[in-house]
């Protein structure tokens, strides 16, 4: 069985999207599917990386009109959606017989898919945002709605299957694993995890660096994590070594062993909410994209996480309070931690697998 998977990464995308398919490709593959990405090399890319999982990855080239495309999600597919969809079947046809083709991609709805009908046997789309329409067989939101049924009423084909919810999150085996080793946590903060994402657009890890040496804890070690996609890698690594007890990683493997590790998270809204429910880690969130608002406002309502809001909205100080005021609630922090790992099991990847099989 082959799957081909079309999405992208880059500074403004961020990683998630890449990474959330890499999960599911590695469950593909464990099942004896071969597995090929198409990715376009906008600034920051993952192809490299992806490559360095073992996956050939068909690379479309960047485009020197790519700014004049309108909307923030067509913008990140760096070419209108007809060039896409034309050097995507391009790169199709060349793979011969094509069971699958997953695409996790803001820009690209129902027009681009019903291109690819002739090329691949079947259609998945990993969505977030319900917000156009598709053209697919199978449909995985892995977040955490109330009105998911609603959301995309009218939006999606009557045979496709629909897999909604935290249990469908796409979370790689080593957290699975992790999860199984992980120690008894007591609720005292003696680690904390600092990651905003890939690329961290708006700093928000320098935020959150500078309200913990305010805090001025040498007790508390720190572990900083951020991607190669980071802009402002250099001045997060000085603000780090600057603290006692602090250690700096990028685009690390180890990210299972660092949840598995901390008492809490200062970290996004994002798709990193699941990997952390999974480690049952606390967390102060702060909202960075449109499409992690209601994320945040949900978990934050089941009393996984402590939510601060937009990010422009979000001061040195309220991330100081909230951690002190976590530092001072042992019984909070266990009952935050008991919850999360109750939303999310880390067998997401095989269930959707299970489907497409």
């Known amino acids: 069985m082959k799957v081909i998977f079309r999405t992208d990464a880059s500074v403004a995308i961020g990683s998630g999207h890449a990474m959330r398919c890499l999960t599911l490709a590695a469950a593909l593959r464990e099942k004896g599917a071969e597995v090929v990405f198409i990715c376009r090399e906008l600034k ?147 680690r904390i995890l600092v990651f905003y994402g890939g690329s961290d657009l708006t700093n928000e890890t320098s935020k959150a660096l500078r309200a913990i040496q305010s805090l001025n804890m040498p007790q508390v070690a720190v572990d900083v994590v951020v991607g190669k996609a980071n802009p402002n890698r250099e001045e997060i690594e000085k603000h780090a070594f600057a603290l006692p007890n602090a250690a700096f990683y990028c685009q690390t493997d180890d990210m299972a062993e660092l949840m598995s590790r901390a008492d809490l998270a200062l970290g996004a809204g994002g798709s990193s909410s699941w990997e952390r429910c999974c480690m049952g880690l606390p967390a102060i969130v702060t909202v960075v994209a449109e499409n992690q608002a209601a994320i945040a406002e949900n978990l934050a309502k089941r009393g996984i996480v402590i939510n601060l809001g937009w990010h422009a909205d979000a001061k040195e100080a309220d991330i100081q309070n909230a951690v002190k005021a976590l530092m001072d609630d042992r019984q909070k922090v266990l009952e935050m931690g008991k919850r999360a790992l109750g939303l999310v099991d880390g067998d997401g990847a095989l269930r959707a697998v299970k489907e497409m099989i």
């Open 44 to 190: 920051g890319n993952l192809c490299a990386f992806i490559e360095e999982k073992g996956y050939r990855v068909r690379r479309l080239p960047v485009h020197s009109d790519s700014a004049l495309q309108k909307g923030l999600y067509a913008r990140w597919l760096g070419v209108d959606i007809e060039t896409d969809a034309a050097e995507t079947m391009a790169a199709i046809e060349k793979e011969g017989q094509v069971r699958w083709l997953v695409i996790d991609s803001y820009a690209i709805d129902k027009r681009w898919e019903a291109r690819m009908r002739p090329f691949v046997s079947g259609i998945m789309v990993i969505d977030d945002l319900a917000d156009r329409e598709h053209d697919c067989d199978i449909l995985l939101n892995q977040n955490l709605y109330d009105d998911m049924e609603e959301r995309y009423a009218g939006k999606l084909p009557i045979h496709c299957k629909r897999l909604f919810g935290p249990e469908y999150a796409l979370i790689r085996p080593e957290f699975r694993d992790a999860r199984l080793k992980r120690g008894q946590r007591h609720g005292s903060i003696r």
